[in-house]
């Protein structure tokens, strides 16, 4: 049996309880065992454990951006996060996301930042073939919070990591194409009306979204699994 790790914050967590992956994984793919760390409370959760559990992590930046990323799965990571990495390189399987903040790239320059930041975690577990990395691109911030430029800006940063080709052992899920508007509507590259909550500036997808793309991800980490 394989074990994934789900790093993540508020977006991830939205996922995993109104999705019911955890369920799901059991129905779907028992071949595979699901944990999440919460990077936003420190809590890690597992599909045997009942009650969640701080692991006392310290992430760079306080925050699952790229760059925190970068500075974690890297080969000269600072001892101060090294715990970090080596807790994560337990599992077979570490699948990544950063929350909707880092949709609101300002300009090119910050997206190129982002892009190498990126192709820094990949060419680190590009060198370890017996471990898997799945990316999910960051969720799309609703069209009050952000402007069309920097929401197209983060639909590019999402097509280009999801039409990548990276290598075995690096996957790409497309959560941002999942939950946006797509290009020719109005608000496009902005969260979908029918996954926003009831609050104008609330950026978190609602429980339908968690639904619908709970169930996809389950069966994304599945597919990338042996039988």
């Known amino acids: 049996m394989k074990s994934v790790l789900f790093i993540h914050r508020s977006v991830g967590r939205n996922l995993i309880n109104d999705g019911k992956m955890y369920d799901l994984t059991m129905q779907i793919s028992p071949n595979f ?18 009650i969640p559990r701080k692991l006392g992590l310290s992430f760079p930046g306080g925050d699952t951006k790229p760059a925190d990323y970068a500075a974690i799965f890297s080969n000269t990571v600072d001892p101060t996060y090294k ?26 320059e910050q997206l190129e930042a982002i892009k190498n930041q990126y192709l820094s975690v990949i060419q680190f577990f590009t060198s370890r073939t017996d471990k898997q990395l799945i990316l999910l691109t960051t969720p799309p911030l609703r069209h009050l919070r952000t402007n069309a430029a920097a929401a197209k800006r983060a639909r590019q940063l999402a097509t280009w990591l999801s039409t990548q080709n990276f290598g075995p052992n690096i996957a790409v899920f497309n959560l941002f194409d999942l939950l946006s508007n797509p290009e020719g509507v109005k608000h496009p590259n902005t969260l979908y009306a029918k996954y926003c909550r009831p609050w104008p500036f609330n950026s978190h997808p609602n429980a339908q979204a968690g639904r619908a793309i709970g169930t996809l991800l389950v069966e994304f980490i599945a597919a990338r699994l042996p039988d």
């Open 83 to 108: 715990r970090i990495l080596d807790f994560a390189l337990r599992y077979d399987v570490v699948v990544l996301k950063s929350c909707y903040p880092n949709s609101n790239i300002k300009n090119d």
């Open 33 to 50: 065992a699901l944990s999440d760390y919460d990077q936003n409370l420190d809590l890690l959760r597992d599909n045997i454990s009942v």
